[in-house]
């Protein structure tokens, strides 16, 4: 086996190594022949971590609107439609760029239900969208984006061919790890601590503090018809936050923290909500572990719930209550993980 050259690249937005990257990618890609085979790993990131802007579209804009999409709280599917329509490899170029040769892909998906045509903005996958899919996201937003960006887009949009439509036709593509797999693993443990454990989805979605307030209500219901036993709740998927304020956070922790308020002073609950890479957000921690004392313990250090998720700063106080879940970078991403026990007893 040849030496391997890593790049270094940015996350969630592109950087200087991300378009180096991109470029070895393509040029590795378009120097094999019918006989090679060329074999590819994904997993999330990938988008980032490989970026191709187009023509006339500069990085800087492409990190502008990468960075007021996901402050914008727009779903990972809407970002991406976005993405492939700002980029050279995404959207099956990187397989239109290795054909004639053999090509096997091998992806980690951290997206719900496991689409190849989003994981990591579909390199090898068959592009299903356009570009009046991409403009119709920008306005679903409420976002005018860089005029390099709008013109890319609207030329597109008036000459719709999707280069990647076709592109990865014949391409072998498999799925080696995804979201369920983790959830099943959750499930097998909470078993083996003796909970009944319960898989509610696998396709959480929603703004994260609202997502953890229904949460929350669906726990003190299932206590009502537990019983006696103890409850095991799994959830996956993957919440989004609408930035308001200029604090510390990340998706996990806001949902862990709008639980732990509607289950102030219930300490029949715990609540769980992590990613699975070890990477809330722009943060350090991985997400929140909360309980009904979660509010009490804040208040004792001055910290308010309410201001907390107002001000997008729920780190802070996560940490301050020991509540915050530091684990650090896993390696592997299949998305959030939620849990809720509930002890009956």
């Known amino acids: 086996m040849p030496p391997l050259d890593v790049f270094g690249a940015g996350h969630p937005l592109p950087d200087s190594g991300s378009l180096a990257a991109a470029a070895e990618s393509m040029r590795m890609a378009r120097g094999a022949g019918a006989e090679d085979l060329v074999l590819c790993l994904i997993s999330g990131g990938a988008s980032a971590l490989w970026a191709a802007p187009p023509n006339g579209v500069g990085l800087d804009a492409l990190r502008e609107i990468t960075s007021r999409l996901l402050f914008a709280g727009a779903e990972i599917g809407e970002i991406n439609t976005v993405r492939k329509h700002l980029s050279r490899i995404a959207g099956g170029r990187l397989a239109l760029a290795a054909a004639p040769a053999k090509l096997i892909t091998l992806a980690i998906s951290d997206v719900i239900g ?62 080696v790890a995804r979201l369920d797999d983790a959830l099943s693993a959750a499930r097998a443990e909470a078993e083996s601590l003796g909970y009944r454990a319960e898989i509610v989805s696998n396709s959480l979605t929603g703004e994260a503090r609202a997502v953890g ?122 998305g959030d993980i939620l849990v809720v026990l509930v002890d009956a007893g």
């Not at 719709?160 to 076709?166: I, K, M, R, Y």
Request: charged share 20%; hydrophobic share 40%.
């Open 213 to 334: 307030a229904d949460i929350a209500r669906f726990a003190l219901e299932a206590l009502r018809s537990a019983g006696g036993e103890r409850r095991a709740l799994i959830w996956g998927g993957e919440t989004t936050v609408t930035v308001r304020g200029d604090g510390r956070g990340g998706r996990n922790q806001e949902l862990a923290l709008a639980a732990a308020r509607i289950l102030e002073g219930r300490y029949e609950f715990t609540i769980l909500a992590c990613g699975t890479d070890g990477i809330d957000g722009p943060t350090h921690a991985a997400g929140g572990l909360t309980d009904g004392g979660t509010v009490a313990r804040a208040a004792a250090a001055g910290l308010s719930a309410d201001d907390a998720l107002e001000r997008n700063d729920v780190l802070p106080l996560l940490s301050a209550a020991g509540d915050l879940v530091v684990t650090g970078p896993t390696g592997t991403n299949v």
């Open 114 to 175: 496991a689409p190849p045509e989003t994981i990591g903005s579909a390199p090898t996958a068959p592009d299903t969208t356009t570009f009046n899919d991409a403009l119709a996201v920008l306005a679903r937003h409420e976002l005018d984006p860089p005029p390099s960006i709008l013109r890319h887009l609207q030329i597109g949009a008036t000459d719709e061919t999707q280069a990647g439509a076709t592109a990865a036709d014949g391409v072998i593509f498999h799925i």
